[in-house]
């Protein structure tokens, strides 16, 4: 059995190498001392993409390496969820003898969650015939007798949901349970656990502020679902239709009545807010009713533009998370033009790599 082991004795020394590395790249902004949060050492990852080896009547899991491109067997996978390494022996077991299923297959996608879902996607250079449709009802109905578990399958142009395609999450943050629908091939943090500690982090920041809270880029609404409690009123922004569809979703499971989503982009809010544009998805929603001292921004890798940037300064407390500490600096230059560092975080997300997420709470001078 070829095994990807995780050696934990390295973890600590490669979160303090992270600690150090942030603190000095963000000493100029005259920041308070780094929190850290670290991560489970092993078993911390809900999401798992593989390649699959078709060898004889072998089959199995490959992943690359990433300096030699050389092929490496992955039958257990220490990085993954205890749910997803049951389910890559249990699942390549059953497709290593159909051959209805296997042919063709060249990628499986693994998405987990703590509260015991998991969601199958298996990816084929074939079509998907009814011959295959029969098989693949066949597999999940034996499995679901011991397994929460939906499958998928894609092709050219196909997609064959057999159940939901999605997940639902429950985490716990400062004692309470939120409910989170996490749709295939949409974002979602991978690290179940720390995403739990950056949630409480940002409950701890908010506990204190008033009036309303603004969220761009809110996703599924990881942050604005947790955070709600702490506002009169919450208004979040999401460009993905998909994103925007789990966001309402989870608004109703966890009975939030505060929360309004809208989807726009950052860029499209900013010219609406500015009175430049407007936009039928903004009907029924005044912006004038609400009082947003509060913004909370996570952009993607590429942080900010300039123009979303000075609206965020608008805003008299600033919280940024960040999955890209290059991008951050180079937008903090900005914001703290007019305000300054009041606290400052890494969570890691993403153990044993090089990178790391942040969090950063920005008050008015």
Not at 295 to 309: H, K, N, Q, W, Y
């Amino acid at each position: 059995m070829a095994v990807i082991l995780i050696d934990t004795s390295v973890y600590e020394q490669q979160l303090a190498e992270k600690q150090q590395r942030i603190s000095e790249q963000f000493a100029k902004f005259n920041a308070p001392e780094l929190e850290v949060y670290g991560s489970p050492k092993t078993q911390y990852r809900q999401r798992a993409e593989f390649r699959v080896w078709h060898e004889d009547d072998d089959l199995f899991h490959i992943m690359f390496d990433q300096q030699t491109k050389q092929k490496i067997r992955v039958d257990q996978f220490d990085p993954a969820a205890p749910l997803i390494q049951e389910m890559m022996q249990v699942l390549m077991d059953k497709l290593r003898h159909n051959e209805v299923l296997r042919r063709k297959l060249f990628q499986i996608d693994y998405l987990s969650t703590l509260s015991g879902e998991i969601l199958v996607s298996l990816l084929y250079h074939k079509a998907l015939d009814e011959q295959w449709q029969t098989a693949m009802q066949q597999l999940r109905q034996e499995l679901q007798q011991t397994y929460k578990i939906d499958f998928i399958g894609r092709a050219r142009k196909q997609k064959v949901v057999f159940g939901d395609d999605f997940v639902t999450e429950k985490l716990t943050v400062n004692g309470q349970d939120y409910i989170y629908q996490q749709v295939e091939n949409s974002f979602t943090q991978p690290n179940a656990k720390v995403n739990e500690k950056m949630l409480a982090w940002a409950q701890s920041i908010c506990a204190p502020l008033k009036n309303d809270l603004l969220e761009l880029y809110c996703g599924n609404g990881n942050f604005s679902i947790a955070l709600a409690g702490s506002f009169n009123k919450v208004l979040a922004t999401e460009i993905s239709k998909s994103s925007v569809h789990s966001a309402q979703y989870n608004i109703a499971a966890n009975k939030v009545e505060n929360l309004d989503i809208i989807r726009m982009s950052s860029e499209e809010f900013t010219q609406a807010m500015k009175g430049e544009r407007s936009f039928s998805r903004l009907n029924g929603i005044n912006l004038q009713d609400y009082n947003c001292q509060t913004i909370l921004v996570d952009p993607p890798r590429a942080g900010m533009d300039e123009l979303t940037c000075r609206l965020v300064a608008n805003y008299d407390n600033i919280i940024y998370i960040s999955c890209n500490p290059d991008t951050l600096e180079r937008d903090l230059e900005l914001l703290c033009e007019t305000h300054t560092v009041s606290r400052i975080a890494i969570f890691d997300q993403f153990p044993y790599t090089h990178h790391v997420e942040s969090g950063v709470f920005l008050q008015r001078k």
